[in-house]
């Protein structure tokens, strides 16, 4: 594996030094209160001065958003399939999944928390349907997208339907399944903070409005810039994946994942 | 292209996209730092909003004074309205602001907290907002003032289900509670706690939001919910519906007595624009004096800005902001007016039940040389 040019790390780094000096300096020469917007060094100031609340609450949210993003991903491929495989299950299970995508999660996640209590199963639950819907529909059509040739070879060799998904559907479909889990796991990330947002105690989402209605904007910033950094993070870690496990199926641009 | 190229490609691409983040937010943060500078200058005649007719040509002619242009100003609600709002919708339907001069358009904040910022960044003129948000706020930095009380009483309490046996303070013990993050009744809990003689440790708290907290406590997730009492009306009918009998322990009852919302007002419009504020919190005033008098057409005025409103709901609940209104120190001093000893008071449960950025002065708080005098409600 090659690594990251020295010029573009450099790039990387200049720019985000200069973003943060020029919000620093803006605040500074401005004026502006820090109930507004604070400056970078009292974000940092806030967060070392409690570093242990937001590595509690940053746990919480990271196993909220893990937790239902894996079980997105095992029920999203599994539906993938079923999709695939069987006329009458996409009938059946299609226009559900299409329904609960058009749903508004921010919309049902007030009644999910009534129904699922205020802990960890309703967070993971909305994250979970958040991130479901990408998976299924990429997954469905890579397993559409094995080339017919090769599927008839499999006939002609009298190949078994476990041998067909094994040999070529599945292999053929990695790319596309990792495309949707590239979408998914910025989705989980947001459906675990809506659940935050509505109840709960906990997570860097319950943070951010505990901090809102208090004025403390430093605190809501801290949370906003962990939540982005987890995001990345997780972002990171599927492309990382993908590179060892499809490396033949790395595309040339990553497609920015789009959000509720 | 070689597979090291294609990984590259990759990797550069998840670094521009840290990049774009990073620029992301600080692009946000400065946007919205310079938001204060660009927002139109309350002191400035405001432009009509496009697609509306100018300000003047909607008021009746024969009752706008001398065919004089009138000032569009912002009024902010603390909430999405309801019928304790009538009191700040009567002046504007019934008169009193265009008699003034002035042209009052509405809009609601997310709470007082909301409210409290909106105004530290001149966002808005007028806002509704409790004392205690206004202090916390004021200790971050905003520059704001209480200039005109209309919650004159403690309307914090917490509301629950007949059958769940709160029927005191200290049957709060071993209950779970729904509460909103920030929400000052919860707040507010230690000090409630110490004068009733129970231990609030015992209690479980558990933050949801505010549309939650009824359905919660209904569906036996929590067993009760901190709520304004305002809410009660539609309390009460929620919990009727579901054969349940609701009831509530009132903080001002229970020796937890305080100013709660006012009319907050940036510093410096107060200094810049002393005649219009005292015009306004006159015609305020006024506006309000007749809606006590008058509560069944006010409750109207609600219900045409909200249509959506239940009638009867919307009129019981201006009741209850009536009775926290028309308290003895309003009928001695008049409607707006506000006691040292009380803001005192307000300000010292707040700084002993909150860590504040730092210690904030009484005169920092609010200000008696705005509120009108004297306009008492005839009985």
Same mark, same amino acid.
């Given at each position: 594996?090659?690594?990251?040019? $020295? ?40 967060? &070392? ?18 937790? %239902? ?6 029920? %999203? ?10 006329? &009458? ?36 639950? +909305? ?134 | ?42 002191? /400035? ?14 008021? $009746? ?28 919708? /009567? $002046? ?18 997310? %709470? ?48 629950? &289900? ?42 479980? +708290? ?48 229970? %020796? ?124």
């Amino acid at each position: 594996m090659s690594a990251i040019r $020295p010029r573009e790390l450099l790039i990387a780094m200049l720019t985000l030094v200069v973003t943060i000096g020029l919000w620093e300096a803006v605040v500074w020469a401005f004026k502006v209160p820090s109930f507004l917007v604070p400056a970078p060094s009292a974000v940092w100031v806030e967060f &070392l001065g409690k570093a242990d609340l937001y590595a509690q609450h940053t746990w919480i949210t990271l196993y909220e958003t893990a937790i %239902g993003f894996l079980l997105a991903m095992v029920l %999203g491929i599994l539906a993938a399939i079923a999709i695939v495989y069987s006329r &009458l299950l996409q009938s059946l299970v299609y226009p559900v999944i299409l329904v609960l995508q058009i749903v508004p999660k921010i919309a049902i996640a007030p009644l999910l928390l009534i129904w699922l209590g205020y802990g960890l199963q309703s967070k993971t639950t +909305i994250a979970l349907l958040v991130a479901f819907f990408p998976i299924v529909v990429d997954t469905a059509t890579g397993m559409r997208a094995a080339e017919p040739e090769l599927l008839e070879l499999v006939k002609v060799l009298k190949g078994s339907r476990w041998q067909e998904f094994v040999k070529i559907r599945f292999p053929y479909s990695l790319p596309f399944i990792f495309s949707g889990l590239k979408v998914a796991i910025t989705l989980a990330v947001i459906g675990a903070i809506i659940g935050e947002f509505v109840g709960g105690n906990q997570g860097l989402g319950y943070l951010i409005v505990a901090a809102n209605y208090q004025l403390l904007t430093a605190m809501s910033f801290a949370a906003l810039i962990l939540l982005s950094l987890m995001g990345l993070g997780l972002f990171g870690l599927i492309v990382l994946v993908e590179r060892l496990l499809v490396p033949w199926g790395v595309t040339e641009g990553e497609e920015i994942p789009v959000t509720l | 292209m070689a597979d090291h190229d294609l990984r590259r490609l990759n990797r550069r691409t998840f670094l521009r996209v840290a990049v774009g983040a990073g620029l992301g937010v600080t692009s946000a943060s400065l946007l919205a730092a310079c938001a204060p500078a660009a927002a139109p200058s309350p002191a /400035a005649p405001a432009k009509p909003e496009p697609g509306t007719k100018p300000a003047a040509t909607t008021a $009746p002619a024969q009752q706008a004074p001398a065919q004089k242009q009138l000032r569009e100003l912002q009024f902010l609600l603390d909430v999405t309205p309801y019928g304790k709002h009538a009191l700040y919708y /009567a $002046p504007q339907e019934h008169g009193e602001f265009r008699k003034a001069g002035i042209n009052m358009k509405f809009a609601s904040a997310q %709470g007082s907290a909301d409210t409290a910022r909106k105004i530290g960044a001149r966002a808005a003129d007028f806002g509704l907002a409790d004392t205690g948000a206004l202090i916390i706020a004021r200790a971050e930095g905003a520059m704001i003032k209480q200039t005109f009380m209309t919650h004159y009483r403690n309307l914090m309490s917490i509301m629950s &289900l007949k059958k769940y046996g709160i029927a005191k303070p200290k049957d709060l013990e071993g209950k779970t509670i729904a509460a909103v993050a920030g929400d000052a009744g919860r707040n507010l809990l230690p000090a409630f706690a110490k004068i009733n003689n129970f231990d609030q440790n015992k209690m479980n +708290i558990i933050t949801t939001d505010f549309p939650s907290k009824l359905p919660a406590v209904l569906a036996g997730r929590a067993q009760g919910s901190y709520e304004f009492y305002t809410s009660w009306p539609t309390y009460v009918r929620g919990a009727r519906k579901q054969n349940e009998e609701a009831t509530v322990l009132l903080y001002a009852e229970w %020796g937890l007595d305080m100013y709660n919302n006012g009319i907050v007002v940036h510093e410096d419009l107060l200094k810049n624009e002393t005649s219009m504020v005292k015009e306004v919190l006159q015609a305020l005033g006024e506006g309000i004096v007749w809606a006590a008098q008058n509560p069944d057409e006010a409750n109207t005025m609600t219900l045409k800005y909200n249509p959506a409103l239940d009638k009867e709901t919307s009129r019981e609940e201006l009741q209850i902001a009536l009775d926290f209104l028309l308290v003895d120190e309003v009928k001695k001093n008049g409607v707006g007016t506000m006691s040292k000893d009380k803001m005192q008071q307000t300000l010292d449960l707040v700084q002993d039940n909150f860590e504040l950025k730092r210690k904030v002065a009484l005169d920092e708080i609010w200000t008696a040389e705005f509120a009108p005098k004297g306009l008492v409600p005839r009985a």
